[in-house]
């Protein structure tokens, strides 16, 4: 929900992977859905190898044919910012065929219960990774966002670096925090 123009205005959206399994977007747009954040590829959090999400070119093509526009989101597991760089190059390859109009996203998460690449990173460096990845997206045309809980936001980046992006924010509860 927006205020544009001193109105009140909803859009509504999806979030969705390979683990939403199949959706069928032409019941989507009926059901009022304007966009899809569909995420194409993560960076495995344990190894670091580069993955395309197996459902992203379906889920593009079968929002745009039902003229749901679309953002993409990368699960970045990056450790400096050649990694960063590194995972929006392959990003922007991965929607290079499609008509992306809304924000390519970098995903930053902390992992519970397990180990993980960014896990001792300082506030520094892994506000540095964000800023180059947003920075080569940017560069290429399009209008990036940083995905995060408010763990990640506030307590793991310095958000007076990052006052330039648009946030995308978690909220995994029905009761504020």
């Not at 749901?68 to 991965?94: H, M, P, W």
């Not at 390519?104 to 800023?131: H, K, M, P």
Request: overall charge negative.
């Amino acid at each position: 929900t927006y205020t544009e123009d001193g109105k009140v205005t909803t859009h509504m959206g999806v979030d969705a992977s390979k683990f939403q399994g199949n959706i069928d977007f032409k019941k989507l747009k009926e059901q009022g859905v304007e966009f899809a954040m569909l995420r194409c590829g993560f960076r495995s959090y344990g190894n670091g190898i580069l993955n395309t999400d197996s459902s992203f070119d379906t889920f593009a093509k079968d929002a745009i044919k039902n003229n749901i526009k679309i953002g993409a989101y990368f699960f970045s597991s990056a450790i400096t910012k050649q990694d960063a760089i590194e995972e929006a190059d392959y990003v922007l390859d991965i929607i290079k065929p499609y008509r992306i109009t809304y924000p390519v996203v970098i995903d930053f998460e902390e992992i519970s219960g397990d180990s993980y690449r960014q896990e001792n990173l300082t506030t520094e460096e892994l506000t540095d990774i964000i800023i180059a990845f947003c920075d080569k997206i940017e560069k290429a045309g399009y209008k990036p966002m940083i995905y995060s809980n408010l763990k990640g936001f506030v307590g793991r980046l310095d958000l007076t670096r990052l006052e330039k992006y648009e946030k995308w924010f978690a909220y995994y509860s029905d009761t504020p925090y």
